[in-house]
């Protein structure tokens, strides 16, 4: 496992209503030496930057009270043009959906942990992140 630089992890923010697909999500980034907040909404996510946390953020598409599109583009608005989003659906049209509301990428559901890594890596550059 690749040493943790205090301050280096990845802050992802798992925007997810369905809880075993939250659970398996949680799983994936702790392998990945991400630190991971969840939402349940993209209303709970929209929120939290309100009050001046900073994510990196992966929301689900279809989620109560507003969708993960929704949050992308209401997030990006607000000013987070740094942030990076990865988009995450089981919707045939989640990709389009994600991609026009300023996600950077798009992994579709049920997602592997090589998957999970290798677009992690392309999104924010980084070698290694499992190790």
């Known amino acids: 496992m690749a040493s943790k630089k205090k301050g280096s992890a990845t802050r992802a923010l798992v925007v997810e209503d369905i809880k075993v697909d939250c659970v398996i999500l949680l799983r994936m980034l702790r392998k990945l030496n991400c630190e991971a907040t969840v939402a349940h909404n ?62 950077d990428m798009f992994v579709p559901k049920s997602m592997k942990f090589e998957t999970l890594d290798s677009a992690l890596q392309e999104v924010f550059g980084k070698k290694n992140m499992s190790g």
């Open 42 to 103: 993209g209303k709970e996510a929209v929120d939290l930057f309100l009050e001046g946390k900073t994510f990196d953020i992966k929301p689900d598409k279809d989620m109560p009270l507003m969708t993960g599109p929704e949050a992308v583009t209401k997030i990006r608005s607000m000013g987070a043009t740094e942030v990076k989003m990865v988009g995450v659906s089981a919707d045939f049209g989640g990709m389009e959906a994600f991609m026009r509301a300023g996600a």
